[in-house]
């Protein structure tokens, strides 16, 4: 691929439709500072300074998704809530599409709060349930599944274990996307790891490689990684295995064969959400039908620009085409 393929690349990415199914959450921060420790027990007192709510979970990666022009599909399940309100008006703020997402009266919208105190977390609070979805939940989000897969490009399951996605959702939402011809990825948690099966691409990092397959290895030869993610696609069918490997980089299975790209060498400020960025770039690249060398490339390159910025923050997508050329060519 030379420059102006690269070009035509980043272009038709435009436009793309991406279903983004799994558990979005709401994260909050209360900021301040910490002078003094409380008369009334051992704990600091925070003096706020000013207090946000971002997107979170699924929706770090439909911010994903927009930063790279495409359109990102929200299908999910929140509470009848004032953090579901707050939810909604976040999305609808950042112009993402929220038609799809299910107000259910069993559930809590999954809220982080943060207390962060001179730079530093000193407490969470988290509001949210877990258990599976019920019936008629599980039944009306299939609805809104079955209406927005027939105009994707491709689907991204985002699994925080939150309950919006488990065992016979998954195998039916997969196997549609399938029968359509639509590419998948997913983004797993150790509860499900292992019910993915007949995916496109499935993207571990190596803490959730080894927890999902009982594993006691170091891992520190690639061989031991190469074997792993054997193992696990004799075990879920899929078509190829993205594996995020920190400081290492990425590797990608294609047919037996394997491709580790290395990281490039960047002034890490926060690695959060930067698993969410390596799966909305290689979701695009996916939809585009790529090599795996170029989709591995791509997002290892997305995921180390978004470590440079301090916080959660999208891909900038100018930023990642001028950092492609610079890198590939």
């Known amino acids: 691929m030379n420059m102006l393929d690269l070009d035509s690349l980043f272009d038709s990415f435009n436009g793309l439709r991406v279903l983004i199914v799994g558990d979005v959450m709401v994260d909050n921060y209360i900021n301040g500072k910490v ?21 979170g ?4 990666v439909a ?19 004032k953090e579901g309100e707050d939810l909604k008006m976040l999305l609808e703020n950042q112009g993402i599409y929220s038609k799809a997402l299910l107000v259910s009266d069993s559930r809590k919208t999954t809220t982080k709060t943060r207390v962060v105190g001179n730079h530093h977390q000193l407490l969470r609070f988290d509001h949210e349930v877990k258990h599976d979805l019920s019936s008629v939940d599980s039944f009306l989000l299939e609805e809104y599944f079955d209406k927005e897969i027939e ?10 274990n939150k309950g919006v996605l488990y065992a016979s959702n998954i195998k039916s939402f997969i196997d549609k996307a399938n029968k359509l011809g639509i590419p998948t990825i997913v983004d797993p948690k150790k509860n499900n790891f292992l019910e993915y099966k007949n995916t496109t691409i499935f993207k571990p990092n190596l803490k959730e490689i080894k927890e999902g397959l009982n594993l006691d290895s170091s891992f520190e030869q690639i061989s031991e990684v190469e074997e792993a993610i054997s193992l696990l696609e004799s075990k879920l069918n899929n078509k190829r295995t993205l594996v995020t490997l920190s400081e290492r980089g990425v590797i990608i299975s294609d047919s037996g064969r394997f491709t580790q790209v290395p990281a490039h060498i960047r002034n890490i400020a926060d690695v959060s959400g930067a698993g969410d960025t390596v799966v909305s770039v290689a979701a695009l690249a996916l939809a585009k039908k790529v090599s795996p060398e ?11 620009l978004v470590c440079e910025k301090r916080g959660v923050v999208p891909i900038n997508k100018d930023e990642l085409l001028a950092e492609a050329k610079k890198i590939l060519f």
Not at 35 to 55: I, W, Y
Not at 57 to 60: P, S, Y
Not at 151 to 160: L, P, Q
């Open 57 to 60: 979970g699924a929706g770090n």
């Open 35 to 55: 002078e003094r420790v409380s008369p009334e027990a051992p704990v600091p007192v925070v003096d706020v300074t000013n207090m946000e709510s971002r997107l």
């Open 63 to 81: 911010l994903n998704i927009k930063s790279m022009g495409a359109v990102p599909i929200m299908v999910s399940v929140i509470g009848n809530d």
């Open 151 to 160: 105009n994707a490009d491709v689907v991204i399951f985002e699994d925080y």
């Open 294 to 304: 170029l989709i591995a490339e791509l997002s290892n390159l997305a995921g180390g």
